[in-house]
């Protein structure tokens, strides 16, 4: 494998045979509809618990990307999930119904790209030739855990940013049919002391840009080699500090070529959602679900992904540490890519 | 890479070029106390949190294996790290100190050579040279978050485990002297119903078990290949239903081989840990302590290191879910083997 400095290049080429998204009422009313593989009208889903409704989004994700790309699950030889609830427990659940070797990861909403980018390198490897990449997240479950339960009714500044309900799933093989993988860079975290959990855009812009950079720098690209760039969850207040920094740093953005899931998934004049979409399941949905389609159509032909996580705990934000920001990018081009 | 169907074949040998073990008072009050790089005479560290004492814990573990593997931080391109506490804050914040390239895994007290295991796989795979993996337990850190504060004095029954106070890295390399990294058995989540938070040993045991016959399943070897197999923290109770279970199942494991970190690490008969050690910190601590040494020393040729996890919060535990368990086997060989 060639590689740069924090950049992994797939010279195999591994190819997402098959991938699926299930999101909540809030993204089935979004701009993206259309591309979800199934919207579910409530966001309790019939469950008797969020996190139980927060798990059968990640199970049936991860079944109708099975479906999606005609593979028996009996083929299917590591699943690689995480997210954003304390143990990774709607990971862990779902790779028991799953009953597949099991990685567990987690980087905050950066873990979609993280799971997908360890699938690539299996697959790139040699050592297996189908691996299932996974991630979700609930708003219900992660308004709870981080901030307050939503029963509460709490009101939130416009910085916030709004938990997307949704999971989306990638079963990456050796060879097949679909958009191919063509390097991942593996984010640091990157910290400039800002503490507010309710904005996190700001405190995951620095590693966007971070990373986005160390990406250039290990292959030699510029933006104009890719036809979107896409920040995970920077929202309205991260994206354009994002932006702003990275024309500081002389690598200025064309804004039809920079973009952010988080403000894709929703559309954030209509839809009270402050700033826009976050949580594992924003970056996620919106790959699988929206750009992988547009890169089959040949609308585009070459992405990178760069999933943003903001790396803090309730208990290190009450006990008054900063929020540490990672983001890990993913190049994925069409299939003439 | 050479596959088997859950295990990843290194053929390029990756190394353990450094190595090192940072323990609390109770670790250094054991049987292995001269293994540890350093034993902390205070729980605390002399930090305003066990949150931070847990942290410092692994930074100098990090640090350590650097030294003794005469590697500047520089050099080293990856961190795959995790540990128990809720969204890794230990390893996210060791990370911020380390300022490498990150890779966040979680699989509870698995985590240790799940770190490993990815570790070896980005060097056998050409991806990086130097990747360092670590893990981190505080016993203080780890009983806030999933039983009760140890300010409270509550009482425990003996199938309870005390968590190892202590962390464990090592320096994986594509060459160098030290012992090498054969290959990786990546479990399946194993789940028999157990509900009970006081008694994670029995909760893993079947986990050990799968990951150990999938083990000699993929590579055709029997437990007389090892000088020494570890389970990961099985304990007093764990342990022996794990022997009784791999004899039912037809493969009988002699005493002398078959061993177990939580067993290990103290001397469970004068200290007072219940039945036995766990934690993230247990296996490390244990492997990269001592098994390292003896197979430095040649008293060991090859030995197989089957962490286990048990992948519960307290929230799935609250909300009535049994615990899921996991295991990962990696196999270690000394410099002649």
């Given at each position: 494998?060639?590689?740069?400095k924090q ?7 591994p190819?997402?045979?098959?991938a699926a998204t299930?999101?909540?009422?809030d993204?089935?009313d979004g701009?993206?509809?259309?591309d979800?593989?199934?919207?579910h ?6 469950q008797k618990s ?10 049936q994700?991860a079944?109708?990307?099975l479906q999606?790309?005609?593979i028996?699950k009996?083929m ?5 999930g995480?997210d954003?609830m304390?143990q990774?427990i709607?990971s ?5 119904s799953?009953?597949?070797?099991y990685l ?7 873990t ?14 040699g050592?297996a ?5 996974g991630?979700?997240s609930?708003?219900c ?18 910085t916030?940013?709004?938990?997307v309900?949704?999971a989306?799933?990638g079963l ?7 958009p191919?993988i ?23 812009a620095?590693?966007?840009?971070d990373t986005?950079?160390?990406h250039f720098n290990d292959?030699g690209?510029?933006p ?21 920094l990275?024309l500081?740093?002389?690598v ?9 899931c ?5 559309d954030?004049?209509?839809?009270k959602?402050q ?7 924003c970056?996620?949905v ?6 992988l ?9 070459r992405?990178l ?5 903001a ?5 290190s ?5 900063s ?6 990018a ?6 003439e890519?």
């Open positions: 494998m060639l590689r740069g950049t992994w290049w797939f010279e195999k080429r190819v997402i045979i098959g299930v999101v909540g009422p993204e089935g701009p993206l509809a259309e979800f593989d199934l919207v009208p409530e966001l309790d889903m019939q969020w996190e139980k409704a927060e798990r059968l989004l990640l199970e994700a079944d109708f990307a999606n790309a005609r028996d009996e299917v030889q590591f699943f690689v995480g954003l304390n990774i709607s862990s659940f779902a790779a028991r799953l009953g597949l070797p567990g990861v987690f980087g905050a909403c950066s979609s790209m993280e799971s997908l980018s360890i699938a690539a390198m299996l697959v790139n490897s050592s030739d189908y691996v299932l990449a991630t979700c609930h708003n479950t992660a308004e709870k855990q981080f901030r307050y339960p939503t029963e509460y009714g709490s009101q939130k500044p416009p916030a940013q709004y938990t309900t949704g989306g799933a990456v093989a050796a060879s097949g049919d679909g191919t063509e390097c991942a860079t593996i984010g640091k975290i990157v910290d400039l002391g800002i503490t507010d959990p309710f904005n996190m855009g700001a405190a995951m620095p590693a966007a840009v986005i950079q160390a292959t690209r510029s104009s080699d890719y036809d979107l760039i896409v920040t995970g969850d920077l929202a309205g207040v991260g994206h354009p500090l994002a932006n702003e990275l500081q740093n002389g200025p953005m064309n804004d039809t070529v920079f973009g952010d988080g403000l894709m998934v929703y954030v004049n209509r839809q959602v700033a826009g979409g976050s949580g594992c399941g970056s996620a919106v790959t699988y679900g929206h750009l389609k547009r890169l089959a159509r040949g609308e585009l032909k992405i992904v760069v999933a943003t996580g790396l803090l705990s309730p208990l934000f009450q006990q008054g540490e929020i540490p920001g990672i983001a890990h993913v190049a994925i081009c069409g299939k890519g």
